[in-house]
DNA sequence: ATTTCTTGCAACCAATTGGTTTCTTATCTA
DNA sequence: TAGATAAGAAACCAATTGGTTGCAAGAAAT
């Protein structure tokens, strides 16, 4: 099963879910509250976003606190950044073009 | 059709063809030339991805190239701000956390 | 004019998803 | 000890996904 942090951020719901736990840990009740699905339903999301290790377990009795894997969220920042070095690179060349053109340009207006 | 820029970035086939397309714009076939699947299954990716925006096309005579909509992309930024700034007050609060226990240890160590 | 190339569209398929309901186990609490 | 509560597990379902193959339409090349 494909099963990374990019697929936790895919749905809504688990996106709300995260921005939860990024002020504090929940347990599973406590989020199921704030929604309008069923506890199994948010259990299935906490079930995805603990099996990319995006969520961790932290047993009080009979209550389950879970807590965001803050590390793993890090994994979307290199991503978007591998992103904006190729973004730049492309204006580089971009950059590059208009200086040639603005030459030739030159050239025409004041040829030598 | 739930239809948004963190949908087009679940699927590991479409982030490779962002960024692909991050350097310069190109046609599905020269696209598909780099994968293993079938172009149309590329097509697919490049459906979902003009579906939410983040792909436009500018047709070449026969060739169609396709580039990205920048732009949309600071959605993921801006939702990855947001989680930032809520992380950041948790820790705001850890802080207060500890600066109260630590008065706390204080007192217990030179009572008043 | 015919053939070739690029692309999109439709139909199909198996696997996955997001939800439901029902049931079990474990831990509190009265 | 008996009943209530918290949570996971399993079975089920309809919709979506990611892939396939085959076909049609438009542009280019011969």
Known sequence: MRRDVFQ??????????????AVQPMTP???ADKFDISRQA?????????ECELLR???QGREIYYHLEVDKMKAIEK??????????????QL??????????????DNPV
Not at 8 to 21: E, N, Q
């Open 57 to 59: 377990q932290n047993q």
């Open 29 to 31: 009740n406590a989020i």
């Open 95 to 108: 950059d590059e073009v208009l200086i040639q053109l603005k030459q030739k340009k030159n050239e025409k």
């Open 42 to 50: 948010v259990s299935k999301h906490i079930r995805v976003m603990t």
């Open 8 to 21: 936790a951020l895919a749905d809504p719901t688990r996106r709300a879910i995260i921005l939860m736990l």
């Open 79 to 92: 991503w978007l950044e591998q992103f904006k070095e190729l973004l730049a690179k492309r204006f580089e």
